[in-house]
């Protein structure tokens, strides 16, 4: 796999195509926007998602799909929930048997799939694989070291995978479980705007702590669901993506929920940024599955109830801890 094609010039495409640069591989990112892909080719600067990174001059931006067309592999970098259309469009572009790597974390809300169970649909010569870990944008895009898990079921597709974009500051873990490895990502960023509004709160590094751990307990309640491994949801890609989310407000969806608990509206925040927070989009169709399938999942729900449903963050946070003790499992 010599040619690398990234779809999607947000912050973390833009990281993603510049490590795979640095991984020596040919790579061509496409952006939505043509002022996106005018800056990297002209400036080797992303101004509109990636401000102040220099990207490597060796990295070429385009906004022609065709452009993809002779990739060895692509890394979709969507929003989750344009990811079925980016899937089919591309699709048309590239050969049969050219992993799609989604790069993107969440669930799609119209029909409850992950996103690997949409590649399939829309791209079902394309083999779908998962590349999700701990990993902020602007700090892969400057080259600081960092490990993610590349899940895909078919062990030679992976590893190959594995061995075009590792490097030793872009360390990647082969995993066969790629529903495992998507469960993680889309429900991190849940916990992050919960532990947010803890901090936003002001109630303390305990609560955080106590969110983080409780958290995880929901992830896993959710992944049996899907049908994903535990030892997955324990490593980079569910454990550590959600240490490293609910840890610092680089997160946007950590800093959305502080900036929840402080008082601001969700309409106010969204309208400040050009930037995605999944989980505020993520957490309506987790509450939903968590609902019909009679899921524990009681932080969850109280994000779900402060976004979705405007309530009170106080009289929230307060019902969340007043629920009846019960066994820790
Ligand atoms: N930022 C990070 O640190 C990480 C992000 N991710 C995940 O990667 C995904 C993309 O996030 P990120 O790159 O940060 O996004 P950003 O918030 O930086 O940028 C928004 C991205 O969304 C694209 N976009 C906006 N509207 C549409 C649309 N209608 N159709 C298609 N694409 C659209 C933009 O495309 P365009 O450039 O063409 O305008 C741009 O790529 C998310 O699922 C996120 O959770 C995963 C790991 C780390
Ligand atoms: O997924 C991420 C880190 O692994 C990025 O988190 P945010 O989308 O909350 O910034």
Same mark, same amino acid.
């Given at each position: 796999?010599?040619?690398?094609?990234?779809?999607?010039?947000?912050?973390?495409?833009?990281?993603?195509?510049?490590?795979?640069?640095?991984?020596?591989?040919?790579?061509?990112?496409?952006?939505?926007?043509?002022?996106?892909?005018?800056?990297?080719?002209?400036?080797?600067?992303?101004?509109?998602?990636?401000?102040?990174?220099?990207?490597?001059?060796?990295?070429?931006?385009?906004?022609?799909?065709?452009?993809?067309?002779?990739?060895?592999?692509?890394?979709?970098?969507?929003?989750?929930?344009?990811?079925?259309?980016?899937?089919?469009? =591309? !699709?048309?572009? %590239? &050969?049969? @048997?050219?992993? *799609?790597?989604?790069?993107?974390?969440?669930?799609?809300?119209? +029909? #409850?799939?992950?996103?690997?169970?949409?590649?399939?649909?829309?791209?079902?010569?394309?083999?779908?694989?998962?590349?999700?870990?701990?990993?902020?944008?602007?700090?892969?895009?400057?080259?600081?070291?960092?490990?993610?898990?590349?899940?895909?079921?078919?062990?030679?597709?992976?590893?190959?995978?594995?061995?075009?974009?590792?490097?030793?500051?872009?360390?990647?873990?082969?995993?066969?479980?790629?529903?495992?490895?998507?469960?993680?990502?889309?429900?991190?960023?849940?916990?992050?705007?919960?532990?947010?509004?803890?901090?936003?709160?002001?109630?303390?590094?305990?609560?955080?702590?106590?969110?983080?751990?409780?958290? =995880? !307990?929901?992830? %896993? &309640?959710? @992944?049996?669901? *899907?049908?994903?491994?535990?030892?997955?949801?324990?490593?980079? +890609? #569910?454990?550590?993506?959600?240490?490293?989310?609910?840890?610092?407000?680089?997160?946007?969806?950590?800093?959305?929920?502080?900036?929840?608990?402080?008082?601001?509206?969700?309409?106010?925040?969204?309208?400040?940024?050009?930037?995605?927070?999944?989980?505020?989009?993520?957490?309506?169709?987790?509450?939903?599955?968590?609902?019909?399938?009679?899921?524990?999942?009681?932080?969850?729900?109280?994000?779900?109830?402060?976004?979705?449903?405007?309530?009170?963050?106080?009289?929230?946070?307060?019902?969340?801890?007043?629920?009846?003790?019960?066994?820790?499992?």
């Amino acid at each position: 796999m010599k040619k690398i094609g990234v779809l999607g010039a947000g912050a973390w495409g833009t990281a993603l195509a510049t490590a795979a640069v640095r991984a020596g591989c040919d790579t061509v990112l496409w952006a939505r926007e043509a002022e996106v892909a005018a800056s990297i080719n002209a400036s080797h600067e992303n101004t509109l998602f990636l401000k102040g990174v220099a990207l490597p001059p060796a990295l070429r931006a385009t906004t022609d799909m065709a452009d993809l067309g002779d990739c060895d592999a692509i890394l979709i970098v969507s929003p989750a929930q344009h990811l079925r259309t980016m899937s089919a469009a =591309l !699709a048309a572009h %590239v &050969r049969h @048997g050219v992993p *799609f790597v989604i790069c993107s974390k969440g669930i799609e809300i119209s +029909s #409850g799939k992950l996103l690997s169970d949409v590649v399939t649909e829309t791209a079902p010569h394309n083999p779908p694989a998962v590349l999700s870990g701990p990993t902020f944008a602007a700090e892969v895009a400057q080259g600081l070291p960092c490990a993610l898990t590349l899940a895909c079921t078919d062990k030679a597709v992976g590893m190959a995978l594995v061995e075009a974009l590792g490097a030793p500051t872009f360390r990647l873990y082969y995993n066969e479980d790629i529903i495992g490895a998507q469960i993680g990502g889309a429900v991190k960023n849940v916990l992050a705007i919960a532990t947010g509004i803890v901090a936003g709160l002001g109630i303390g590094e305990n609560a955080r702590a106590a969110v983080i751990t409780r958290g =995880l !307990a929901e992830i %896993v &309640r959710f @992944g049996e669901l *899907f049908g994903a491994q535990a030892e997955t949801l324990m490593g980079l +890609s #569910g454990l550590g993506d959600l240490i490293l989310t609910c840890s610092s407000t680089q997160s946007r969806n950590m800093s959305l929920g502080k900036a929840i608990g402080e008082g601001q509206t969700l309409e106010s925040i969204m309208a400040s940024r050009n930037s995605i927070a999944e989980g505020a989009h993520t957490v309506e169709i987790v509450y939903k599955i968590a609902q019909d399938n009679n899921l524990d999942m009681p932080i969850t729900e109280s994000v779900y109830h402060i976004l979705k449903e405007n309530r009170d963050v106080r009289s929230v946070t307060e019902a969340l801890l007043a629920r009846p003790f019960t066994d820790e499992s």
